[in-house]
């Protein structure tokens, strides 16, 4: 069964900056566009940033220009690089196939807050 771990989440200040990693245990990653998505207690799952295997990116408009998502196939792993942070970024930060195919994992906590 696949794996999809995400680390990389912090309390941070608002205007800062953190950098997420997606890693998927099996090498099939390379084959599927992935995406970073959201949640907030109580709020549903939103995708925030697409990537296909060829490296073309989507975002939300909520966070066009301050977050880049990107991948390296050889390692199985997926980043999602957040400038500019504000406390609406403020979310449980998960990694998944876009669509969502793979069972989810942890996630990890994003926290903007001066």
């Known amino acids: 069964q696949v794996q999809l771990v995400e680390s990389g989440g912090g309390l941070v200040q608002p205007g800062g900056s953190l950098r997420l990693s997606c890693a998927a245990s099996?090498?099939?990653?390379?084959?599927?566009?992935m995406g970073w998505y959201r949640q907030v207690p109580g709020n549903q799952r939103d995708l925030v940033a697409r990537?296909?295997?060829?490296?073309?990116?989507m975002y939300a408009d909520s966070v066009k220009g301050r977050f880049t998502i990107s991948r390296d196939n050889a390692k199985n792993t997926m980043y999602l690089q957040m400038n500019s942070l504000k406390p609406e970024d403020t979310a449980v930060y998960y990694c998944?196939?876009?669509?969502?195919?793979?069972?989810w994992g942890q996630g990890t906590q994003v926290t903007v807050s001066s």
């Open positions: 990537i296909t295997r060829d490296g073309i990116t």
């Open positions: 099996t090498s099939l990653f390379s084959d599927y566009p």
């Open positions: 998944n196939q876009q669509p969502a195919q793979w069972p």
